[in-house]
């Protein structure tokens, strides 16, 4: 790499392909690897451990003040209270790896009072080392990344992922590709959030979106998202992503055509946080709302449904309340029968 790089990106770089040597050492051995279900479809294997352990040891050991936001250990490592935090995924893409399936990577970003600020995102298959800074752009080893220059989504080849888990919407998820596949020239579902996301820096996809998402899975791609002259946030067009559980990325052009096919799908809620009162939420459903925790208040025209997203109120509300509203709610639509109302339960965003 010929630029001079910020050293908290070298540091990162240098944490990156340490764990890129485990994983592909523990490449050529998978029959004997020893593999976990943290719970149904989604799996651990020691190689995550090992390699988020190498990660976490070489970013504390040049920062030692430092935060941790890790995949498997969470906040267990590192200052709870730094404004600077790491936000790491150490196998991007297990279930892949553990199938040999060359897709999958080790994703590092540095955030700055919650701004991500530096980002690396290594695939040791194929030895691609993707980093940004921001406001120094993004680049592929030494190539200077940009996002695709298509204007018509129709021309366009879209990255995806496809639900997984036990609890995941899978009717709303096809309703989603039945909305986006006639759109557009190609569908793919690699199974690497991460890489999809620096595909679509680097142009070799002209947009992506999925939900279900955690910070890990995105946070460093984000960046190599924007610094390649792309846009990214939820599926309604807003910045706030990171923490809300859906993503869209795409170049400008095609990034509005994206937003006006996922909006109706949107379940933006507010996420390891209480919302505060008075805040907007976008297009939450009320089967959303009770899984989360949240308690929504009509706006004024009345629209409830997830097809056309309005802006409704919402505070957090205790389980205590939330079951007793859901008791009160079901009495009234006795009493109201034929017309019923409120919650009938739905799958829950986490």
Not at 90 to 97: Q, S, V
Not at 181 to 194: D, F, N, V
Not at 219 to 234: H, K, Q
């Amino acid at each position: 790499m010929s630029q001079a790089l910020h050293p908290m990106l070298n540091t990162a770089i240098k944490a990156a392909r340490s764990a890129g040597a485990i994983i592909n050492r523990a490449s050529l051995d998978l029959d004997i690897l020893k593999v976990n279900a943290k719970s149904p479809n989604d799996f651990v294997t020691e190689v995550d451990h090992k390699a988020e352990a190498v990660i976490i040891e070489t970013l504390l050991g040049a920062y030692p003040g430092h935060g941790i936001l890790a995949e498997e250990s969470g906040r267990e490592h590192g200052a709870k209270d730094s404004e600077f935090v790491w936000i790491i995924d150490p196998l991007d893409g297990t279930t892949n790896f553990i199938h040999g399936f060359p897709v999958y990577c080790v994703s590092i970003a540095l955030a700055h009072r919650g701004q991500v600020q530096q980002a690396v995102v290594y695939d040791p298959t194929r030895n691609d080392l993707f980093f940004a800074s921001k406001g120094r752009g993004a680049f592929l080893n030494d190539r200077r990344l940009r996002v695709s220059k298509r204007t018509r989504l129709t021309e366009c080849l879209v990255s995806t992922g496809f639900p997984f888990r036990k609890g995941d919407n899978f009717k709303r998820y096809m309703q989603m590709m039945e909305a986006v596949m006639p759109a557009c020239a190609g569908l793919r579902r690699p199974g690497s959030a991460a890489l999809d996301l620096c595909y679509v820096a680097a142009g070799y996809t002209d947009g992506f979106f999925e939900n279900g998402l955690s910070p890990w899975d995105i946070a460093a791609g984000s960046l190599m998202v924007t610094e390649a002259g792309g846009l990214i946030g939820n599926f309604t067009g807003e910045a706030d992503y990171l923490y809300q559980r859906e993503c869209l990325a795409a170049s400008p052009r095609i990034y509005g055509q994206l937003v006006a096919l996922l909006s109706p799908f949107t379940h933006v809620i507010a996420a390891d946080a209480a919302v505060a009162p008075g805040e907007t939420t976008v297009g939450i459903t009320p089967e959303d709302a009770l899984a989360a925790g949240v308690k929504i208040e009509r706006d004024p025209s009345g629209a409830t449904s997830p097809a056309a997203p309005v802006k409704r109120v919402a505070t957090r509300i205790s389980k205590e309340t939330m079951a007793a509203e859901k008791q009160a709610a079901a009495e009234a639509d006795r009493k109201a029968a034929p017309r019923p109302r409120g919650p009938r339960g739905g799958d829950a965003p986490f």
